[in-house]
């Protein structure tokens, strides 16, 4: 574990740089505190994001979605520390990780799940979690 978030700290600069090259107001600060927390799935997720160059809120909510789903963080931790943007995007990406259906039944969830997203951002985070399981796949 030592030795996976030291590789994870190396690659972390350089993507700090690509984040301000398109963001210069991203609080980078607070990126580096969620970085602490996270861990290679979700860091996997946050690199295909900064491909797509997300806000800050999206990055962290990236950084802290497994800390958040295995309840390793309290939400009013979360809500102090990164803010009420970040809590609401990682409680929408939540609701839709709650939703069980069949192949057959693929286009109707596609609508409840636009209509469920207050947030493009949600949205972005579930698109850069099914491009990573597809890499995964091959």
Do not use: C
């Given at each position: 574990?030592?030795e996976?978030?030291?590789?994870?700290?190396?690659?972390l600069?350089?993507?700090?740089?690509?984040i301000k090259?398109?963001?210069?107001?991203?609080?980078?600060e607070?990126i580096?505190?969620?970085?602490?927390?996270?861990d290679?799935?979700?860091w996997t997720?946050?690199?295909?994001?900064?491909?797509?160059?997300?806000?800050?809120?999206?990055?962290?909510?990236?950084?802290?979605y497994?800390?958040?789903?295995?309840?390793?963080?309290?939400?009013?931790?979360?809500?102090?520390?990164?803010?009420?943007?970040?809590?609401?995007?990682l409680?929408?990406?939540?609701?839709?990780n709650?939703?069980?259906?069949?192949?057959?039944?693929?286009?109707?969830?596609?609508?409840?799940i636009?209509?469920?997203?207050?947030?493009?951002?949600?949205?972005?985070?579930?698109?850069?979690?099914?491009?990573?399981k597809?890499r995964?796949?091959?």
């Amino acid at each position: 574990m030592a030795e996976q978030n030291q590789n994870l700290k190396i690659e972390l600069e350089p993507l700090v740089s690509r984040i301000k090259e398109y963001n210069p107001y991203a609080d980078i600060e607070k990126i580096r505190k969620a970085f602490l927390l996270t861990d290679q799935y979700s860091w996997t997720i946050t690199k295909i994001l900064v491909g797509f160059q997300a806000d800050t809120a999206t990055i962290i909510s990236s950084l802290l979605y497994n800390p958040y789903n295995l309840k390793k963080m309290p939400e009013s931790q979360i809500e102090k520390d990164y803010g009420k943007d970040v809590l609401d995007i990682l409680r929408g990406v939540a609701r839709i990780n709650n939703i069980k259906f069949k192949s057959s039944e693929a286009e109707n969830v596609r609508k409840v799940i636009f209509a469920m997203s207050k947030d493009v951002r949600i949205i972005l985070i579930k698109l850069a979690e099914r491009v990573e399981k597809m890499r995964e796949l091959k």
